[in-house]
């Protein structure tokens, strides 16, 4: 077996008055409570580092500019990635990039994975975006993540790390199978995910109960149906008043919840993780070569 320690920090709320100076200072914390578990690798959620800003609108750049991070690191970043190097321990981060690229400034919903010494392994842009780029009209239910950000530019790549293969993915990126069967095809043994749900369903009144158990079934298939590991950490409680749910989770191969959190609160959890315990699953039921059908999955990718 090959035993690493992986663990999952969820954010409580990040209220839009909080500085990013605190709110890393929370994620230093957790970080340091991690590493004194044994972990040597922990997820945060998704747009870590400020408020789940697109239920806001706003028009004018100059408006929204304060929630995006320019540079990798980027100034609010670095006291975080100099602990982690300092302790020796991995992590992803999700956070709004603002880039110049081909010529034009572009935004996106990105994730980073830093290995253990503070290098950066790879960097992860969301593709599934949810909601709309045009208000609704109802404050409660705006999710204007099609307003602020492109969609991802950088496939579901799987990157190389001193753990094995990890793949990363962003929030509503999870309930959508292709995400997780491209990384594991490019080798992925562990996805790593951060999310901001929403308690109530912005496109339709559903039953309460429905958000956790669609995000518990989302994991878990991923993780059984590709013989990995999965770690999600929620920023969740109510932000100003908006509620998201928590249930961050650690999810093993088999498809079972080894791990998940209490709180809607800052909560630390640990699982030490065989990552050889999927092997079997994807040497047998799940054998992409020997029992995968390609030729009669054309409409996944052709319309
Ligand atoms: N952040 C994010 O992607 N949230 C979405 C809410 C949309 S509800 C279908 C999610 O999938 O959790």
């Known amino acids: 077996s090959r035993k690493e320690v992986f663990a999952v920090a969820q954010m409580g709320p990040v209220h839009l008055a909080d500085s990013k100076q605190a709110t890393v ?14 972990a040597r690798w922990v997820t945060f959620p998704e747009l870590a580092l400020t408020t789940f800003f ?37 992590f992803y981060l999700g956070y709004a990039e603002k880039v110049v690229e081909e010529g034009a400034t572009r935004r996106f919903n990105t994730s980073v994975l830093v290995g253990p010494d503070g290098k ?5 842009r969301k593709i599934h975006l949810p909601g709309t780029k045009d208000p609704i009209g109802d404050p409660e239910f705006e999710h204007l993540e099609k307003r602020y950000f492109e969609v991802g530019n950088l496939g579901f790549p799987s990157f190389a790390t001193p753990s094995g293969r990890f793949g990363m993915c962003i929030c509503n990126d999870r309930r959508w199978p292709e995400t997780f069967r491209t990384m594991a095809l490019r080798g992925a043994e562990v996805f790593l995910l951060g999310y901001n749900t929403p308690t109530r369903n912005i496109h339709h009144p559903e039953p309460a109960h429905l958000r956790e158990f669609h995000n518990r079934l989302s994991l878990e298939s991923a993780a059984y149906q590709n013989g990995a590991w999965v770690m999600a950490a929620a920023k969740c409680g109510s932000e100003d008043g908006f509620a998201m749910i928590g249930g961050s989770a650690i999810v093993a191969p088999t498809g079972e919840t080894a791990a998940m959190c209490m709180s809607e609160e800052d909560e630390v959890i640990t699982v030490n993780c065989d990552l050889d315990l999927g092997a079997y699953i994807r040497r047998s039921v799940f054998d992409f070569a020997r029992h995968r059908r390609p030729e009669h999955y054309g409409p996944i990718t052709q319309q």
Do not use: N, T
Not at 25 to 38: F, K, P, S, T, V
């Open 25 to 38: 200072a929370r994620l230093i914390e957790m970080l340091r409570e991690a590493h004194a578990r044994g």
């Open 54 to 90: 697109p239920r806001y609108v706003y028009d004018d750049p100059a408006e929204y500019d304060r929630f995006y991070e320019e540079g990798l690191p980027s100034p609010a970043m670095i006291p975080l990635f100099e602990a982690a190097k300092e302790l020796g321990v991995g």
């Open 120 to 124: 950066i392994l790879g960097k992860y």
